[in-house]
């Protein structure tokens, strides 16, 4: 379960990034917060991750206030939350499954476990015949599969995808969504972050609609309007 209580955020000196915003995804939806650029968005996935904080409000992620998270939790909470941006961050002196080891590897998992695991999330998203591939050696959508299975290497119960097609051509977004459906599917919660129109219309789930910094449309099987 994911709580925002009046959650506001302002940066300085006064440019206010959201406006008493309110909402709740329970555990194993798959919602669309869209809106256009500079709308809050992005700021929303910042406050769910601990990377900022609210100046406002309360955020609450399976019952964990997080508001008020301290420096030492951020690690535990951020292991419960798979998060791809737009924006990669592959090490291009890494091969795909030695990248997706990697994020094991910095939080001291043995050996054993990073051997089963890679695997796994390489079929997830459909890259076992590209494990030995280094970035550069990949196309923009194969490398955001790759982004995708990284995140998943903790099993999280949320998983945020924020314009993770944003630079990808049509046929590709379609794979990163039939992507995130079967996320979605294993019953892990699934938040896109987008602008994009015909994603979100094409997926007929929920969608929340934020416009300055404020929600002004919730909505079941929504679509988005603006």
């Known amino acids: 379960m994911i709580t925002l209580h009046n959650v506001s955020k302002v ?15 329970k555990p194993g939806e798959f919602v669309s917060v869209v809106g256009q650029s500079g709308t809050g968005k992005t700021t929303v996935v910042k406050l769910l991750i601990a990377e900022e904080r609210a100046s406002a409000g309360r955020i609450e992620i399976g019952g964990w206030d997080i508001t008020r998270i301290r420096h030492g939790e951020v690690p535990i909470l951020r292991r419960q939350i798979g998060v791809v941006f737009q924006d990669l961050k592959l090490l291009p002196t890494m091969t795909a499954q030695e990248n997706i080891a990697f994020a094991l590897q910095v939080v001291g998992a043995p050996p054993q476990r990073i051997r089963e695991v890679v695997p796994q999330v390489l079929k997830i998203v459909g890259l076992e015949d590209k494990a030995d591939r280094y970035p550069i050696q990949l196309s923009g959508g194969e490398a955001q599969r790759v982004v995708i299975a990284r995140a998943l290497v903790h099993r999280p119960k949320i998983f945020i995808a924020d314009e993770p097609t944003g630079n990808l051509d049509a046929l590709n977004t379609r794979e990163i969504m039939d992507i995130l459906t079967k996320i979605n599917s294993f019953g892990t919660t699934v938040v896109l972050v ?26 079941e099987n929504g679509k988005y309007l603006l």
């Open 11 to 25: 940066y300085y000196p006064k440019v206010v990034a959201l406006k008493d915003v309110s909402f709740t995804i």
């Open 194 to 219: 987008t602008h994009n129109r015909d994603v979100v219309n094409q997926l007929r789930r929920r969608v929340i609609t934020l416009d300055h910094g404020e929600v002004i449309s919730d909505q």
